[in-house]
T-cell receptor, first 116, second 117 residues
Framework: AQTVTQSQPEMSVQEAETVTLSCTYD???????LFWYKQPPSRQMILVIR??????QNATENRFSVNFQKAAKSFSLKISDSQLGDAAMYFC?????????????FGKGTKLSVKP | NAGVTQTPKFQVLKTGQSMTLQCAQD?????MYWYRQDPGMGLRLIYY???????DKGEVPNGYNVSRLNKREFSLRLESAAPSQTSVYFC????????????????FGSGTRLTVV
């Protein structure tokens, strides 16, 4: 079974600085999706960025980018120019591309604080 | 607005009471899911429905039942609530794996905070 591990329960960053959140996963599959979700205090789950495993190029969405290392099974999220609104729980998630096993598997989350 | 609608947003139950959480999506998604979120545990899958007419157990199905009423609606029922079921519950939906938009991840509802006393 696939697993997702976020080794940093909490992180802190100064406003306007850069922070990297770590995520590793375990799978025997070669084709899958990886995601980062943001959960602010409102509780809403918001998709931040996604990566398809067959793509070597790292995904980027404005201030958010990933470092996808397929061989190392690592998928870190970099937030540049951090803003107060970035404070939230961040979840890394894995999704198989194989049929009924396409359920989203989450890590336990990293709580990000942003200091003014 | 298109999306996933969950009701209720908050609920307090006494031990042994039953209730149904409702979920509806208007994005024509095939697959729907129920997760629970507990502190320090992330989101864990309770049940899912890969397509209309099918349901399957996830990681933590005990104490729950589900019904995929039609393509839009997927309900979660607690027959006899227990304090261990105190949690935040999320419904989500997505296209099936073979759909060209399958890589867009899941769309989540806003969650239901359930407290069992």
């Amino acid at each position: 079974a696939q697993t997702v591990t976020q080794s940093q329960p909490e992180m802190s960053v100064q406003e306007a600085e850069t922070v990297t959140l770590s995520c590793t996963y375990d799978t025997s599959e070669s084709d899958y999706y990886l995601f980062w979700y943001k959960q602010p205090p409102s509780r809403q789950m918001i998709l931040v960025i996604r990566q398809e495993a067959y793509k070597q190029q790292n995904a980027t969405e404005n201030r958010f980018s990933v470092n996808f290392q397929k061989a190392a099974k690592s998928f870190s999220l970099k937030i540049s120019d951090s803003q107060l609104g970035d404070a939230a729980m961040y979840f890394c998630a894995y999704r198989s591309r194989r049929g009924s096993q396409g359920n989203l598997i989450f890590g336990k989350g990293t709580k990000l604080s942003v200091k003014p | 607005n298109a999306g996933v609608t969950q009701t209720p947003k908050f609920q307090v139950l006494k031990t042994g009471q039953s209730m149904t959480l409702q979920c509806a999506q208007d994005m024509n998604h095939n697959s729907m899911y129920w997760y629970r979120q507990d502190p320090g545990m992330g989101l864990r899958l309770i049940y899912y429905s890969a397509s209309e007419g099918t349901t399957d157990k996830g990681e933590v199905p005990n104490g729950y039942n589900v019904s995929r009423l039609n393509k839009r609606e997927f309900s979660l029922r607690l027959e006899s609530a227990a304090p261990s079921q105190t949690s935040v519950y999320f419904c989500a939906s997505t296209h099936r794996e073979s759909h060209p938009s399958a890589n867009y991840g899941y769309t989540f509802g806003s969650g239901t905070r359930l407290t069992v006393v």
